[in-house]
């Protein structure tokens, strides 16, 4: 049977990128009606880079009401935060013991977050898809619907996987080769501000990134302010090729719309920013008025998101409680 498993991080305010990557597909799993649904807010990796505190709450508090402003629906899905339930941390452990220092030095991740003095970075953040191969596995998650950029940790997750089967399990598959889920046009949008760099809640730049919550306005400022190249729209995809910010944009016109970018083009090629810019904030404002609307809803009434993540803890540990036990076992833990 299949089940699914995904995340995020509580580090800021969720963005266009996070919802047309990953929590899209999340809804879309939750309502094919087939596989059990568990999302979580990764708060344990939200620390890997320095952090408040005191705000942490707030934040997971934040990301739980997004995901169900998005359509996740906590009667038929579990969500829930990460350090409520203590399988990550232990299974963690076990898997930082299986995987090699070589396949986390390796992670580009680890290398960008990491910044140019790696000495300086957390071990955290070294070991963060471990931990995130721990998330999957504590509940042998078959499948984990993520954006392009987790690509190489979903591969580190099933590398973990195959050698704990390899060295632990007699030859059986204890735990699965998770699949990645990475699919639609807007599996990797990119910054406003930089064309190569891809939108990410950590971005020091506000005007980097369209937040599920920016009120109308903030939106067509944003997109006004979105570095562009002077030429007009290309008439077909292959000219919008070494045009990282106009492909940009193209395609999360094409995400939001439902078109593909040829048929965007078709539309506005040979048009300049000014007439494409308006027609994107446009399309940006309605799809997004609904979500931050109902996020401004639920984000008001905090007793009501406690009592779904409570609720998500309880139905995950239940699950994974019997899994985790096993491991132990297996790696030959004091009972
Ligand atoms: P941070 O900068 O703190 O890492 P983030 O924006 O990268 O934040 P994450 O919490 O790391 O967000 O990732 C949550 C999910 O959103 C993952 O599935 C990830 O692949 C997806 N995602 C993040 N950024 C993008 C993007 N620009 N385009 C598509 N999907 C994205
Ligand atoms: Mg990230």
Known sequence: PKRIFSGMQPTGRLHLGNYLGALKNWVALQDEGDAECIYCVVDMHAITMPHDPKA????????????????VNPDKSIIFAQSAVSAHAELAWIFNCVARLGWAERMTQFKDKGGKDKERASVGLLTYPVLQAAD???????????????KQHLELCRDIAARFNRDYGDGQAFFPLTEPVIQGPGARIMSLRDGTAKMS???????????????????????????????????????????????????????????????????????????????????????????????????????????????????????????????????????
């Open 201 to 335: 809640k950590s971005d020091v730049s506000d005007n980097s990134r369209i937040n599920l919550e920016d009120d109308a306005d903030t939106i067509a400022r944003k997109i006004k302010k979105a570095k562009t190249d002077p030429e007009p729209l290309p008439e077909t995809v292959e000219g919008l090729e070494a045009r990282a910010e106009a492909s940009n944009l193209v395609g999360i016109y094409a995400a939001l719309t439902g078109k593909t970018k040829a048929e965007v083009l078709a539309e506005f090629g040979g048009q300049g920013f000014g007439a494409f810019k308006p027609a994107l904030a446009d399309v940006a404002v309605e799809y997004l008025a609904p979500i931050s609307q109902e996020f401004r809803r639920l984000i008001a009434d905090q007793a009501e998101i406690d009592r779904i993540l409570a609720k998500g803890a309880e139905r995950a540990d239940v699950i994974a409680a019997p899994i985790l036990k096993e491991t132990k076992e297996i790696i030959g833990f004091w009972h």
């Open 56 to 71: 942490l709450p707030g934040a997971v508090r934040a990301a739980a009401a997004a995901y169900i402003a998005a359509g």
């Open 136 to 150: 999957i596995l504590a509940y042998k998650a078959t499948h984990v619907p993520v954006g392009e950029d987790q």
